[in-house]
């Protein structure tokens, strides 16, 4: 069985949002899910592997749920400090649910989620549960090398359905401007290079192929006009993502979750998954980096604003690393194709990493079940 990336609703079941990511299901044990990751210096606000792994201890529930127990709050004196800090923040609600329905019995499973969300400067999170049926024999938490953190459960009861629902609480600031004057994008580029006795950014491994977004001239060729020498590398990047949202069409199911990239490039259609990858393929063709982000949009928007493609399901969209000065470490521009927009306080940023193979909400192993049917729910709204 193939994952159903972001975007892909046709072959979701009869419910589930248009344009809805859907998350990795579950595959035999006989194929292999390993993915490579680079090393990557882990983000200041993360909590550490001790702290993730101790809000990952398992709690029976009277309804035969396991309980992940809520994320700690950020104390009155944090509290205050972030909002003076973080004006034109919001606070929203996100509840993620998953349920697969198995034909028949699955003997053993072991699955990896990535659905609590980053807890940095860029947003904090203020709560989060997350609830597995049937109660998982094995349930932890760490960090991956991106400073994701990942929650690892393995279930080794036969079973025909698996439900998980994540609930979140996140405080979410508009993003900060580039920093001015704007280094122009080939100064930026080399930054990303090897130099001889320079201390390397944590950035560059987002520079080179991954997995999924190989290297390639015809990349290069498509991103190249909008990267005229000396042009400022936010205003190239911006004018990357407004081609390819004019000149793309937003196509459910025109796409599987293996399409190549190339191949998107050449139809010119696809989901946010597919623009996503494109965006930071194009980039990194042009020597720069950039990564992958997944998350959620906020359902409802502000009056007066245009609601967002991707709302009522999860999301993805870029980040480009700008350099930062006199050494300092890079900060991120994240730009969402889907929406042409910079993503601001109404997206919710739940993992990154070099591309979707390594970020996807949900995956794993299992033994038996057949075919199954994969239902998901979303909402992202505001706090009350």
């Given at each position: 069985?193939?994952?159903?990336?972001?975007?892909?609703?046709?072959?979701?079941?009869?419910?589930?949002?248009?344009?809805?990511?859907?998350?990795?299901?579950?595959?035999?044990?006989?194929?292999?899910?390993?993915?490579?990751?680079?090393?990557?210096?882990?983000?200041?606000?993360?909590?550490?592997?001790?702290?993730?792994?101790?809000?990952?201890?398992?709690?029976?529930?009277?309804?035969?749920?396991?309980?992940?127990?809520?994320a700690p709050g950020v104390s009155d004196a944090a509290g205050?400090?972030?909002?003076?800090?973080?004006?034109?923040?919001?606070?929203?609600?996100?509840?993620?649910?998953?349920?697969?329905?198995?034909?028949?019995?699955?003997?053993?499973?072991?699955?990896?989620?990535?659905?609590?969300?980053?807890?940095?400067?860029?947003?904090?999170?203020?709560?989060?549960?997350?609830?597995?049926?049937?109660?998982?024999?094995?349930?932890?938490?760490?960090?991956?090398?991106?400073?994701?953190?990942?929650?690892?459960?393995?279930?080794?009861?036969?079973?025909?359905?698996?439900?998980?629902?994540?609930?979140?609480?996140?405080?979410?600031?508009?993003?900060?401007?580039?920093?001015?004057?704007?280094?122009?994008?080939?100064?930026?580029?080399?930054?990303?290079?090897?130099?001889?006795?320079?201390?390397?950014?944590?950035?560059?491994?987002?520079?080179?192929?991954?997995?999924?977004?190989?290297?390639?001239?015809?990349?290069?060729?498509?991103?190249?006009?909008?990267?005229?020498?000396?042009?400022?590398?936010?205003?190239?990047?911006?004018?990357?993502?407004?081609?390819?949202?004019?000149?793309?069409?937003?196509?459910?199911?025109?796409?599987?979750?293996?399409?190549?990239?190339?191949?998107?490039?050449?139809?010119?259609?696809?989901?946010?998954?597919?623009?996503?990858?494109?965006?930071?393929?194009?980039?990194?063709?042009?020597?720069?980096?950039?990564?992958?982000?997944?998350?959620?949009?906020?359902?409802?928007?502000?009056?007066?604003?245009?609601?967002?493609?991707?709302?009522?399901?999860?999301?993805?969209?870029?980040?480009?690393?700008?350099?930062?000065?006199?050494?300092?470490?890079?900060?991120?521009?994240?730009?969402?194709?889907?929406?042409?927009?910079?993503?601001?306080?109404?997206?919710?940023?739940?993992?990154?990493?070099?591309?979707?193979?390594?970020?996807?909400?949900?995956?794993?192993?299992?033994?038996?079940?057949?075919?199954?049917?994969?239902e998901v729910r979303v909402s992202t709204r505001p706090a009350?």
């Amino acid at each position: 069985m193939r994952p159903e990336p972001p975007g892909h609703d046709a072959a979701a079941p009869a419910g589930s949002a248009r344009g809805e990511p859907l998350p990795a299901p579950a595959q035999s044990l006989s194929q292999s899910q390993s993915q490579s990751q680079s090393q990557s210096q882990s983000q200041s606000q993360s909590p550490s592997p001790s702290q993730a792994q101790a809000q990952a201890q398992a709690q029976s529930s009277s309804s035969g749920a396991a309980t992940v127990p809520a994320a700690p709050g950020v104390s009155d004196a944090a509290g205050r400090r972030e909002s003076e800090a973080s004006a034109g923040a919001i606070v929203l609600e996100v509840e993620h649910e998953t349920l697969y329905r198995y034909r028949g019995s699955v003997e053993l499973a072991q699955h990896i989620a990535f659905l609590r969300p980053r807890d940095d400067a860029m947003q904090r999170l203020l709560d989060h549960r997350l609830q597995i049926e049937p109660p998982p024999s094995q349930l932890r938490s760490d960090l991956d090398a991106f400073g994701n953190v990942r929650t690892l459960f393995a279930l080794n009861a036969p079973h025909e359905s698996l439900r998980v629902v994540a609930r979140s609480r996140v405080r979410v600031a508009p993003p900060k401007a580039p920093p001015s004057p704007a280094l122009d994008w080939q100064a930026a580029r080399e930054r990303w290079r090897y130099v001889a006795g320079r201390a390397p950014d944590a950035a560059a491994e987002f520079a080179f192929a991954s997995p999924l977004l190989p290297q390639h001239p015809a990349l290069r060729a498509w991103a190249e006009p909008s990267f005229p020498p000396g042009r400022p590398l936010d205003e190239a990047a911006l004018d990357l993502m407004h081609r390819l949202h004019r000149d793309f069409a937003y196509v459910p199911d025109s796409t599987e979750v293996d399409t190549p990239v190339l191949e998107v490039l050449l139809q010119r259609r696809g989901v946010c998954q597919d623009f996503a990858q494109l965006l930071i393929a194009g980039l990194r063709a042009m020597g720069l980096a950039a990564r992958y982000v997944s998350g959620y949009l906020l359902t409802e928007p502000p009056p007066g604003q245009p609601r967002l493609q991707g709302a009522d399901a999860s999301h993805a969209w870029a980040a480009l690393a700008l350099p930062g000065a006199d050494g300092a470490a890079a900060t991120w521009l994240e730009l969402d194709p889907t929406n042409d927009c910079v993503a601001a306080a109404a997206h919710v940023r739940l993992a990154v990493g070099r591309d979707y193979g390594d970020v996807p909400p949900l995956r794993g192993v299992i033994r038996g079940g057949g075919r199954h049917r994969l239902e998901v729910r979303v909402s992202t709204r505001p706090a009350d």
